[in-house]
Nanobody, 116 residues
Framework: QVQLVESGGGLVQAGGSRRLSCAASGFRFSDYTMNWYRQAPGKERKLVATIGDYGNTNYDDSVKGRFTISRDNAKNTAYLQMNDLRPDDTAIYFC??????????WGQGTQVTVSS
């Protein structure tokens, strides 16, 4: 059974940091691209960071230089380190595992709220 379990969300003040984790099971983690999406209230879900199976990364312009995505294949876990958080980073953050057409999986999401 495939599972993606996010953790690390919560309330943080503007300028603060937070690290999200995504623990994966039920599939060959190292073969998958791992993504972090976020969805703010009233907005569409948006891709913010990607790390390929070779460790190559890509970021949305809105988080570039502040967020860092990483993965530990030995622990089947992906991370999103978020620094210099802003109120407009407030959203539900979702972990996603992608290896089309084989698999495309979602976690349940974790809320991050940044207070000004």
């Amino acid at each position: 059974q495939v599972q993606l379990v996010e953790s690390g969300g919560g309330l943080v003040q503007a300028g603060g940091s937070r690290r999200l984790s995504c623990a994966a099971s039920g599939f060959r983690f190292s073969d998958y691209t791992m993504n972090w999406y976020r969805q703010a209230p009233g907005k569409e879900r948006k891709l913010v960071a990607t790390i390929g199976d070779y460790g190559n990364t890509n970021y949305d312009d809105s988080v570039k230089g502040r967020f860092t995505i990483s993965r530990d294949n030995a622990k089947n876990t992906a991370y999103l380190q978020m620094n210099d958080l802003r109120p407009d980073d407030t959203a539900i953050y979702f972990c996603n595992a992608e290896r089309l057409p084989v698999g495309f999986y979602w976690g349940q999401g974790t809320q991050v709220t940044v207070s000004s």
